[in-house]
């Protein structure tokens, strides 16, 4: 997610990504087909993992008006589904998560991870500068405006 987005480093990790995402959903698919009751709610979440995943693998191959958005929404939307199935199976083990309840750990991957992607399509959609805001200042006013400033 943090390499730039250009050939090279960031495609790479998007490879590794998602043959990691397959791993994880044909290891749900065994699980579930050994204990079905226990790790069905698992190989849901990895369907919609993968699915997510591929969506926005295969929106960037067809590159058609406004793929960025897409692919970003894909990718993080299938890594917020993967870090809600760690914490639906894990989180009554981990510390101070077990004090949380059960429906935190559905919820709260969602709850920081969509504001994150909603802020990166926000921040990365076209006509607006991926540098940091202090680099664009251009006056002392640290608004980029060289007029003077409007009140």
């Given at each position: 997610?943090?390499?730039?987005?250009?050939?090279?480093?960031?495609?790479?990790?998007?490879?590794?990504?998602?043959?990691?995402?397959?791993?994880?959903?044909?290891?749900?698919?065994?699980?579930?087909?050994?204990?079905?009751?226990?790790?069905?709610?698992l190989?849901?979440?990895?369907?919609?993992?993968?699915a997510?995943?591929?969506?926005?693998?295969?929106?960037?191959?067809r590159?058609?008006?406004?793929?960025?958005?897409?692919?970003?929404?894909?990718?993080?939307?299938?890594?917020?589904?993967?870090?809600?199935?760690?914490?639906?199976?894990?989180?009554?083990?981990?510390?101070?998560?077990?004090?949380?309840?059960?429906?935190?750990?559905?919820?709260?991957?969602?709850?920081?991870?969509?504001?994150?992607?909603?802020?990166?399509?926000?921040?990365?959609?076209?006509?607006?500068?991926?540098?940091?805001?202090a680099?664009?200042?251009?006056?002392?006013?640290?608004?980029?405006?060289?007029?003077?400033?409007?009140?």
């Amino acid at each position: 997610m943090s390499a730039l987005k250009r050939p090279g480093r960031h495609p790479r990790a998007g490879r590794v990504y998602l043959c990691a995402l397959t791993v994880v959903f044909a290891t749900a698919a065994v699980l579930t087909a050994i204990r079905p009751r226990a790790d069905a709610k698992l190989l849901a979440i990895a369907t919609a993992a993968i699915a997510l995943g591929l969506s926005g693998w295969r929106t960037r191959q067809r590159r058609r008006p406004g793929w960025q958005a897409r692919h970003a929404a894909g990718l993080g939307g299938s890594y917020i589904a993967l870090l809600t199935g760690f914490c639906v199976d894990n989180g009554a083990q981990l510390p101070l998560w077990n004090r949380l309840p059960h429906w935190t750990y559905w919820a709260l991957p969602a709850a920081v991870g969509v504001p994150l992607i909603l802020w990166a399509l926000h921040r990365f959609r076209p006509g607006v500068s991926s540098r940091p805001r202090a680099a664009n200042n251009a006056t002392p006013s640290g608004h980029g405006d060289p007029s003077p400033a409007r009140h």
